[in-house]
């Protein structure tokens, strides 16, 4: 017999609306482009039945922690367990799961101690079934494809995305169309696409161009958007937050600081955090903040040239190749959680990521670039006093260091940055080059004992 769930067997058709996040026009269903039939913005999931029954907080918390113990499937996965903030499902045998979520918050010393703070964690969503975030949202988001009979799911992708789309469209018995930047993907990424079946094309464009093709493709052809335009995913991404917050015992942290490229990730995270204020399952809220790279600033123009009014869209550039993006299409929500949490938006060098990434590999945590703008970020938001020194901060760490070998390698041979920059003492105190030697025991020896010395 499979093990029982601890879902109430009802089926609960009004269960949730899309809403317009300019217009606040509710729908109970969505076109194709997840835009809103008036306005043409993005639309969000509400919970009317929040208002008439909210869910106790007491209650949940003690629910998700109780089904830390169950064997089902949907309790075992980390998203899953946090089903009752998310749109309902009919039955558990829908889901289509690889048991994402339950990603560990580690502590940063060392990290803290650079970054000038007293205590300092990373949430490793690089630790999920295909090492990034994404797999949280697409569980949701592929399971809800599945429930409304599509045979084909879609995305346009720097990478991480189409390789969790891939995979769970694989698990759901969906086929699977991907769009990358052609060459401006790591190979790791790709590889896992191709892999779990995906029909890959590789577009002579950015990730923005392949976004806008998307675009297009849904309204012409019977394909679901697996983007995180595709408000499914947020919901899914938000479970984040609420595996944070249990993980600090529902102690609130200061801040929680984020890498940004198309902004689905903060936008889930805020939309989680204003939502767990509002149930009372904290009575206060961490400051969110977004970090890019300085060659991929949309939202830090956005918010200094335009005041968050009108996105102001860059040409793209940075070995960060999973926040490479110019165009991001969640700008808004990201501009409204930013300011309903209080947060700071900051950009960062090429060099700046680097030594991050090197730093926190050096704490035995592996991340990609995009993820290590974080501890980059932060550096620069304890100089200008944004994060005061005796402050709690978390770093979400968005992919495992697996999904970019190419920059740690080149990072570590010195071969990453040309020029003056890359000669800099602290960048080569954190190389570590490999050696190539004779076999011999003398030679590992005399390289053993150089070591001790550096
Ligand atoms: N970090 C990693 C590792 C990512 O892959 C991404 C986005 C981000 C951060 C930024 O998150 O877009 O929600 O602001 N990757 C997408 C992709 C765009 O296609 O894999 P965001």
Redesign the pocket.
Known sequence: MPPLSTSAPVVQPADFRFRCIACGDLSDSAAQNFRCAHCGDLLEITYPRWKDAKPDADDLKSLWRNRRLSLSAVDLSGVWRFRDLLPAIENDQEVISLREGNTPLYELPQCARIAGVPRLYAKH??MNPTS???DAGMTVAATFARRAGFRWVA??????????MAAYAARGGMRCLVL?PEGK?SWS?LSQALDYGAVTCQLRTD?DGCLRLLQELVLRAPVYQL??INPFRLEG?KTLAFELLEQLDWHVPDHII???????????IGKALLEMRDLGLISRLPKLS?IQAEGANALVRTLREADGKRLVSVQAETR?T??R?GN?A?WKK?VNVLEATGGACEQVSEVEIAQAKAEIGAEGIG?????A?TLAGLKRLVQKEFVKADETVILVL??NLL?DPDFTIEFHRGELFQGAEGASATLNRLRRPPVILDATLAAVIRTLEQAEKS
């Open positions: 969503q690089g990034s975030f994404k995305c346009a992708s720097t990478g991480n995305t189409s390789a969790s990358v993907i990424k990730f983007n995180s991404q984020v890498p940004g490229g198309n902004l689905g990730n903060s936008s889930a977004v960060a999973a926040i993006i991001p969640s990201a991340c990609e670039p995009a993820s703008v968005t992919g999904k």
